[in-house]
């Protein structure tokens, strides 16, 4: 009877749009996988890596660089995907599921198949390798900036929305002057933890060797995966060093003047008490070109879109006319993407068609330990999160001193260590079956810390001081007000640190030490293997058995459970 419930309650789990968003990932696998196996191969040599220190800079301006790229690609489909799905009634029904699923998609699951099509489809050009590092990042990153603008859109109050169209401004005046200004806030702080997350991405694909062939690039990466190849200890925490350097500077000097900034957009009716302070913000405040450029530059841009005092009929000619071009070419793109969809589902069936059940079978025991550990994972860092949190939380004084070094460490690339960290625990007696483990643990857990940080700090010191005056006891008050308190965080944390924790299984279960390969069974080093050793058809049903469990665990559980905190659990209802 369970069992017809669960056939009965599949539609549920994956809709319409669902199926859809699955049949296109299908369809891209299909492509990258054909592309990958065409015959030429990457012929390009290894990208020579210097690790004289001196040699440092140049490789994290790369680095910088191919961030920043990404970050930019990232704010630019956020504010595109956003405005529409935020703007357009019916593009939403399709747009929010769509974030919704891709967002749940691991990344690092497609990073060896674009290697192989993007350097299989432009051969001798390291160009392609720099474009695919680019969009691996972009695709880790974009899908959390995107709901925040999305959702900071549909929050802006509907009486400034009627002002707005009171004083008849344009769709450009109304983005520029309202909609970006209300959104800019939680904009500012999502592309902070982003690009924050998107070390991890960065450093994995500037360091990806598969199989037989090097795809390397110079870089911060690329030099700690050179400096563990050749075990030159020095280079190694050089390139540590420079790591955190590049990450301090970058909190620093862009994003804590951004987040300043931005607080005085926020939408309040009553003004904060005290805003986050940046000297550099400061400093630039008294910039009299910026001033200028502000004056001069955005002001008349913004200008631009100033409407007439009367739409004569040939102008309503020409907006009727450029409404059904837009809606023509809308749906023409539809429908060439329903073919393209249509043709990779087609081609993927006939390419996992090879496998026989035995090949299935092998996937499905993959998954089962990857699962495991991902699961094993999220449950550690939940144990010594939770108290260790809640401390943090409660103690001003204390959070002042140990967030800053939390959130640097959550965006310090894990993967950069894993070798060394191998090498310790395999003094100690572990080897990589269970010290895979503890490697999905280092890029995970401080997702999971940093929101009951955030969840211990918003309980109200009234709920607290009421929790002294009833003279409830240390176990009484975990029970009734910090464990229900701080349960909409933990969700949160745990959402974000199993979608990390099945992107470092791509990375934990394959691990390259000077000359050796260290790999356990799993679906990520199934991935990676097949990837190397050109087993197509296997490479596409990992990937594709990857994506549909991150999407339907996260459908099936997650969602449910930040229903359950949102509707029972948090203060503010």
Known sequence: MSLVRSIVKLPRLFGAVD????????????GLVAAGREPSAWAGPMAAIDLSPWALPGHALRSLLRAFAACGLSLA??????????????????????????????????????????????????????????????????????????????AVPQELRDAARVCRLAWWQRFAQLELPAAAPGLVWKAMMSMAGGWFFLTVAEAFVLGGRDFRLPGVGGYMSAAIQKGD????????????????????????????????????????????????????????????????????????????????????????????????????LTLALAAAVAWGAARLTGLLAMLSAADWGRVGGQTGLTF??????????????????????????????????????????????????????????????????????????WYILLNIISGATAIPQELREAAAVYRMGRAERWRRLILPGIFPAVVTGWVSAVGGAWNASVVAEVVHFGDKVLTTDGLGATISLAAGRGEFAMLAASMLVMCVVAAGFNRLVWQRLQSVAEGGFSLGK
């Open 233 to 332: 200890v020095p280079a190694m925490c050089c390139g540590v060093a420079a790591m955190l350097a590049m990450i301090v500077a970058v909190d620093r000097l862009l994003w804590r003047p951004m987040v300043a900034w931005s607080q005085k957009f926020r939408l309040e009716d009553v003004e904060a008490g005290q805003w986050p302070a940046s000297a550099v913000l400061a400093f630039l405040q008294r910039s009299r070109a910026l001033a200028w450029l502000h004056t001069r530059v955005w002001m008349p841009l913004v200008a631009l879109g100033e409407p007439r005092a009367s739409a004569d009929a040939p102008g309503r000619l020409r907006a009727n006319f450029a409404v059904m071009l837009w809606r023509t070419v809308g749906w023409v």
């Open 77 to 154: 489909f956020t504010l595109v995907f956003g405005w529409i799905a935020a703007n357009n009634r019916r593009a939403e029904k399709v747009m929010v599921p769509l974030l919704a699923i891709l967002q749940s998609i691991p990344v690092l699951a497609f990073l060896p198949a674009l290697l192989l099509a993007m350097t299989n489809s432009f051969p001798r050009n390291r160009l392609a390798l720099e474009l695919a590092c680019v969009l691996v990042v972009c695709a880790g990153q974009v899908w959390n900036m995107t709901f925040s603008f999305y959702q900071s859109l549909r």
């Open 19 to 30: 199926l859809a968003v699955l049949a296109a990932v299908g369809a891209l696998v299909c």
């Open 372 to 445: 495991a550990r991902v699961f094993a994972a999220v449950v550690i860092g939940a144990m010594w999160t939770v108290p260790v949190g809640v401390a943090i939380g409660f103690s001003p004084r204390l959070a002042r001193l140990a967030q800053p070094v939390v959130q640097t460490l959550a965006a310090f690339p894990a993967p950069m260590v894993y070798p060394l960290v191998l090498l310790a625990l395999g003094r100690a007696g572990i080897g990589i079956n269970t010290g895979s483990i503890v490697l999905i643990l280092l890029g995970t857990q």
